[in-house]
């Protein structure tokens, strides 16, 4: 092989590293793009809901299950995930078989319903959506304290009462394995 043809060759390579080197700056652009859009989303989204910084302590307050039963809302001896949701809301239909996929010995998961319109349209959805967890009435002045504007929303809350994340709308069984494990709450 003569020098001008190892030249053309070594050329050929480097043009494609660069191309392929340009190729991975653009993904890496649209990616963190991406992301600052999610991002932006997410805090537009949450931005009237109880601040996540610790601020905020929630009192144990009692609540009635759909059996009847009173229990307190929050566990003392692990961290409470709140889920808020509404029996005719739709992305509370395609997000609340997500809440199954958390681990029980890491997080205690509340189920709470608001705006229903009897304890039968509440117990039908649960029964459609084999909900496991349990679910407790919840009334307008719980709404209120919780500042809730929409549905599904979620509140992470730490075993003394102190709200440590928040979330607004839809939740995939990832993103919430995700944040049990890293304690990654918005």
């Known amino acids: 092989m003569t020098n001008r043809a190892l030249q053309e060759a070594n050329s050929g390579q480097t043009k494609a590293h660069q ?4 190729r991975y700056v653009v993904w890496l652009r649209d990616a963190a793009i991406v992301l600052v859009i999610i ?7 949450t931005r009237d809901m109880l601040s996540s910084d610790g601020s905020v302590i929630i ?3 009692n609540l009635v299950s759909l059996e009847g039963e009173v229990h307190p809302m929050l566990s003392t001896e692990q961290a409470n995930l709140v889920y808020f949701f509404a029996p ?15 681990s029980p010995e890491k997080v205690n998961v509340v189920v709470i319903a608001l705006d229903y319109s009897s304890i039968e349209a509440v117990e039908a959805f649960v029964n459609e959506h ?3 967890a349990p679910v407790y009435l919840g009334n307008p002045e719980l709404k209120s304290q919780f500042q809730i504007q929409g549905y599904p929303s979620y ?9 440590q994340g928040r979330n607004f709308g839809y939740s995939t069984a990832i993103g919430l394995k995700l944040r049990e494990a890293f304690g990654a709450w918005p």
């Open 155 to 163: 509140y992470m809350i730490d075993k003394d009462g102190k709200i």
């Open 59 to 61: 009192a144990q307050q």
């Open 39 to 45: 991002t932006a989303v997410i805090a537009w989204q």
């Open 88 to 102: 005719w809301c739709q992305i509370c239909s395609l997000s609340i078989g997500n809440l199954a996929y958390l």
């Open 130 to 132: 084999g909900v496991k």
């Open 19 to 22: 191309k392929n080197k340009h």
